[in-house]
């Protein structure tokens, strides 16, 4: 039987992995054991997916990325070039932490850009927006847009990606899909 997805010749995919149909994996990428990726992810040139990590549905992660154990990903998810996980909160090359890998959620539809650095142990919420060369050092909420180091939180974004302006009643539009969203108790909801 045909594999359901495709890896390059210089890809390598170790034993145990789950991995969903329509998915591509391109040059030099080194999928490790017992991850799984979800149908049409498309994993890019020289990506490390580190064991047990976990991708939703169409996940698209860049060139040059890292994602370590620990690390789980929802559906619809962008990992922008050269950003980078970590699983460790104090590491040290000769102690090993192993048994110390923090986790990390990526909420579905979450983007996340080039450079950024998410410092484990801390959630990004759905839709949430965390630009270029952002270190994100503390939990993120849904629809949150980040920039900075350390992170600070300058706006929310639409599920399109688009900036949301709210009325005095903490309502807003986005201008591309008509997506009508709340700010309540500093939290988004969409509402229709």
Sequence with gaps: ??????????AIIDEGCEIGKGTKIWHFSHIMPNCKLGENCNIGQNVVVSPGVVLGKNVKVQNNVSIYTGVTCDDDVF?????????VINPRSAINRKSEYAKTHVGKGASIGANATIVCGHDIGEFAFIGAGTVVTKTIPA????????????????????????????????????QKYQLKDNKVTRIA
Excluded at 79 to 87: I, Q, R
């Design 143 to 178: 629809y949150a847009l980040v920039v900075g180091n350390p992170s600070r939180q300058i706006g929310w974004m639409s599920e399109y990606g688009h900036r949301l302006e709210f009325d005095d009643a903490g309502l807003a539009t986005c201008t591309e899909s008509g």
């Design 79 to 87: 990992l922008g070039p050269s950003m980078v996980f970590t699983n």
């Design 1 to 10: 039987m045909d594999k359901l997805y495709f890896a390059h010749e210089s």
